[in-house]
């Protein structure tokens, strides 16, 4: 079983810049990590994903076309920690926003069984 909780959203204008942090209390690094996002009125969707192991290679991530390029995965999991820098943020990137885990150890993110789920933090966008 792992517990996990996300922290650092907020308001911000437009162009601006957030870091989200999601704190596991398992072990992580044999897991598939990702972001999911929940708009107002929309269904919730997955935006960013990281494969296990180091995270060092931009190969091992993944992420949605509407974030490509402005958002960015990674983990430290010395701290079981998985992070979700946003840049050049837009009104469309407010929702709430979900880490999730993997149920399988090992796998890579390609068929990921995201069974673990934070309560999500809310990140508001402005004009």
């Known amino acids: 079983q792992v517990q996990l909780m996300e922290s650092g959203g907020g308001s911000v204008q437009a162009g601006g810049s957030l870091r989200l942090s999601c704190v596991a209390s398992?072990?992580?690094?044999?897991?598939?990590m990702g972001w999911w996002r929940q708009a107002p009125g929309k269904e919730r969707e997955g935006i960013a994903y990281?494969?296990?192991?180091?995270?060092?290679?931009?190969?091992?991530?993944y992420y949605d076309a509407s974030v490509r390029g402005r958002f960015t995965i990674s983990r430290d999991n010395a701290k079981n920690i998985v992070y979700l820098q946003m840049t050049n943020m837009k009104p469309e990137d407010t929702g709430m926003y979900y880490c999730a885990a993997d149920r399988r150890p090992g796998g890579n993110c390609v068929g990921a069984d995201f069974a673990y789920w934070g309560q999500g933090t809310q990140v508001a966008v402005s004009a």
């Open positions: 990281i494969d296990p192991g180091p995270g060092h290679s931009e190969l091992n991530k």
């Open positions: 398992g072990y992580i690094e044999s897991k598939c």
